[in-house]
């Protein structure tokens, strides 16, 4: 067995603060006469964890990229690491800074700065996946046979994430958070987000900007605020005005209930009593934290980190080894998956295969049609293949990519099951033109986009299966 020690970073920008972690991911290949040769990450350890850094604006609409820029070279000297040294990692935009008139292009601008093969992420189903890996949710998960939930609250939502033997199995968000009403040490009343306007009118509750509000104000307030979402996250209530996104609520309801992020973190605080003693940090955040401890809900073992904890070690996964690369392209960024299921019927009908294939080809080219890739091809639902299905795949995939996206030059492939070397070689074979590039073992959802990163162990590469979602 043959292991190697890879650099990764997480760096999160969030509504309230902003914070950096370093991590070592170590990284075995396996190979003996019995199986197919392996490689996957075997441990995941934190080297460095930076300061928590007010998130620097340059307005009320605007992120201060300048500051950013300086915070992260900064750190990198703390950590004394270099950009050559970093091979992973992510850069995460949260909650309300995601919203932001310039998140997406500061997002991508850090991850470039921030070394080889750094992602820029966004959005609140990844950012709620990314919380429940760092809070130590997801591994729980996998000890017990209960359903836990993940409530990742910032400053200005609240990012839900069930797990179950150790996989996240629904996701949603409520705008929910200790940033959205902002106050001064006196108690006057700075900022109300429009996001709490139908939920405090449902309420009967009038908080305006500018004037004071009394302790038992804000202290109701905070209890229905985390009332209401633990009932939403329980599954007692079905629907509530403070989700970001139309959501309808499963019939899964979790065991047990965890709280990471800041407000998790100041769940182990005193209970504030005055109203200077809540507005420590200009906002309603210790109150919060308060009401959902009085809701019996616990801490997450990892609380204030736990986003940037699954950025910088948890967003990173590893190829199958039996890939087939035929492209000098990597390492490739922000490609849009779609996924084509392979077999739906009782049996293998290439006819029906096909016509799935052309019709997501062709439903994609309407959108994708910028850069070379323009999709990743995920193919879920492999039964067993043989020679005669291996070429009529090949035949398919092949058809229907060259008719939809003409100026392409390079094809990629995703696999579930360990078939990616045969089928890139056979894609290779009938096509002289394309670049292939074709993975297997790899865990990917429609709509989301994965980033492929440069062989790190064998013929293994890093790759990372991402949500990209901005909104000003």
Not at 214 to 222: D, G, M, R, T
Not at 314 to 333: F, H
Not at 391 to 419: M, R
Request: with cysteine; hydrophobic share 40%.
């Amino acid at each position: 067995m043959t292991r190697q020690w890879m650099t990764s970073i997480g760096l999160d920008i969030g509504t309230s603060t902003t914070k950096l972690i370093v991590s070592e991911l170590l990284i075995a290949q396996s190979t003996d006469q019995f199986t197919l040769p392996g490689c996957q990450i075997i441990d995941r350890r934190v080297t460095y964890a930076s300061s928590i850094y007010t998130t620097p604006m340059v307005n009320e609409y605007e992120i201060d990229v300048v500051q950013l820029t300086q915070l992260l070279q900064k750190e990198y000297e703390q950590a004394k690491i270099t950009l050559e040294q970093v091979h992973a990692g992510a850069v995460i935009i949260t909650g309300e800074s995601a919203r932001k008139q310039n998140a997406e292009k500061i997002v991508h601008y850090l991850a470039e700065h921030a070394g080889n093969f750094v992602v820029a992420t966004a959005g609140a189903n990844l950012e709620g996946v990314l919380a429940a890996k760092g809070s130590g949710a997801i591994e729980r998960s996998s000890q017990t046979d209960e359903i836990i939930a993940n409530i990742d609250v910032g400053g200005g939502t609240a990012n839900i994430a069930l797990c179950h033997d150790g996989k996240v199995i629904e996701t949603f968000t409520l705008h929910v958070g200790g940033r959205l009403i902002r106050l001064d040490n006196d108690g006057f009343v700075t900022y109300v987000s429009s996001h709490l306007t139908e939920f405090l009118e449902n309420n009967s509750i009038i908080l305006k900007q500018g004037e004071k509000a009394s302790f038992q104000q804000l202290s109701s307030i905070c209890q229905l605020m985390a009332e209401e979402t633990v009932n939403y996250v329980k599954g007692i209530s079905k629907a509530t005005s403070l989700l970001v996104s139309p959501h309808t609520r499963s019939a899964i309801q979790p065991g047990s209930l965890l709280v990471s992020g800041g407000v998790g973190a100041m769940m182990k605080e005193e209970e504030p009593k005055t109203i200077e003693e809540v507005t420590v940090h200009g906002d309603i955040g210790p109150l919060l934290a308060y009401h959902f401890h009085a809701l019996s809900v616990s801490p997450a073992p990892e609380t204030a980190r736990a986003t940037v904890i699954g950025a910088g070690m948890q967003n990173t996964e590893l190829s199958g080894s039996t890939v087939y690369i035929r492209s000098d392209r990597l390492p490739l960024k922000n490609v849009p998956i779609v996924d084509v299921p392979v077999q739906q019927e009782e049996e293998w009908e290439p006819e029906r295969f096909q016509e799935r294939i052309q019709k997501a080809f062709t439903q994609t080219s309407t959108l994708f049609t910028e850069n070379d890739p323009p999709v990743a091809l995920a193919l879920s639902h492999f039964p067993y293949c043989n020679y005669t299905m291996l070429q009529q795949l090949t035949k398919a995939i092949l058809a229907g990519f060259t008719a939809c996206f003409k100026e392409a030059k390079c094809l990629v492939v995703l696999c579930e099951q360990d078939i990616a070397k045969a089928l890139g070689q056979a894609l290779a074979k009938q096509s002289k033109e394309l670049d292939i590039i074709c993975l297997d073992q790899i865990d990917f959802t429609h709509g989301d986009y994965i980033d492929l990163g440069l062989p790190v162990a064998g013929e293994a590469i890093s790759v990372s299966v991402k949500t990209l979602a901005f909104s000003s």
